[in-house]
């Protein structure tokens, strides 16, 4: 399996970003899809998981209502949506992909995840 991510740059705040995350691989729709993030100094920190057996979601306490993880079977595809950004969300965004047995609580770690994308750069201009 392997992950393309895409869709950073630069942008104000306030201002919105989709990412994309593209997968190759037969079994994506059965991998769990991750979003992490790590800015300059700190650790990497989670951001946003959706499952793969019925798409629900779950998101950090300082994205949730902002941020938005889709994901497209079809295309092999999953998104994150990220409006009224701050400051505080610059950082290095990545993709990861987590096997169908694990369960939510364990997918805020990055050690749950298989696979990792290499990161795509969001920065948030004050």
């Known amino acids: 399996v392997q992950l393309q991510a895409s869709g950073g740059g630069l942008v104000r705040a306030g201002g919105s970003l989709t990412l994309s995350c593209a997968v190759s691989g037969r079994t994506f729709s059965y991998y769990h899809m991750g979003w992490f993030r790590q800015a300059p100094g700190k650790e990497r920190e989670f951001v946003a998981v959706i499952m793969w057996s019925d798409g629900s979601t779950s998101y950090t306490d300082s994205v949730k209502g902002r941020f938005t993880c889709s994901r497209d079977n079809a295309k092999n595809t999953v998104y994150l949506q990220m409006d009224s950004l701050k400051p505080e969300d610059t950082a290095v965004y990545y993709c990861?992909?987590?096997?169908?047995?694990?369960?939510?609580?364990?997918?805020?770690?990055?050690?749950?995840?298989?696979?990792w994308g290499q990161g795509t750069q969001v920065t948030v201009s004050s």
């Open positions: 990861a992909a987590g096997p169908p047995w694990r369960i939510v609580t364990d997918l805020r770690s990055g050690a749950s995840y298989n696979y």
